[in-house]
């Protein structure tokens, strides 16, 4: 990605696999981090030489960074789904996440539905928060009517 892509505020870009144009606002610590990145190259992420990466030089090195972390079975494009699935547990709708990340509603609610939120006990946990502040909320509307207080007509 080039450095003009990112003007302080806001990351824009066309993916590469669909096309889309997406405008991605700059969480504060990305922005630290980008604000005091010294602009080695036109592009923001390059090799320790200040080179760009080849596709093969990332994968390998992504590959490697995560052997010494200990994480298995993980992909760089597995951090796109990641994204989508931390989206939603904060509390985002489908249209927000897909207008961040690119993809379809029907992307988004499918990767949902099918890989991440099955396994997210913060969303179950938030489900089950809501659901008992809704209920101490509405105590009174749900009680039985008391008959014996019913004086009738009259």
């Known amino acids: 990605m ?5 003007d302080g505020a806001t990351i824009r870009l066309s993916q590469s696999k669909g096309k889309r144009r997406v405008v991605i606002p700059v969480a504060a610590e990305l922005r630290a981090v980008l604000d005091a990145t ?12 200040g080179t760009r990466w ?3 030089g990332f994968s390998a090195s992504f590959r490697k960074a995560c052997e010494a972390a200990g994480i298995e079975g993980l992909t760089f494009h597995d951090l796109r789904g990641t994204a989508v699935t931390r989206l939603a547990v904060a ?6 996440i897909a207008t961040i990340t690119g993809h379809s509603l029907k992307t988004v609610g499918a ?3 099918q890989h991440y939120l ?3 006990v913060g969303m179950a946990e938030s489900a089950i928060a809501k659901l008992e502040k809704h209920r101490s909320g509405t105590a ?3 009680r039985p009517v008391n008959r014996s207080d019913d004086q009738g007509p009259g």
Not at 38 to 49: E, F, G, P, Q
Not at 91 to 96: I, L, R
């Open 2 to 6: 080039p450095w003009g892509a990112y």
């Open 38 to 49: 010294k602009r080695r190259a036109t592009v923001i992420c390059v090799t320790s030489r």
């Open 54 to 56: 080849t596709g093969d």
């Open 91 to 96: 509390g985002c709708t489908e249209a927000e």
């Open 111 to 113: 990767m949902l539905d």
């Open 118 to 120: 099955s396994r997210s």
């Open 140 to 142: 009174g509307v749900n």
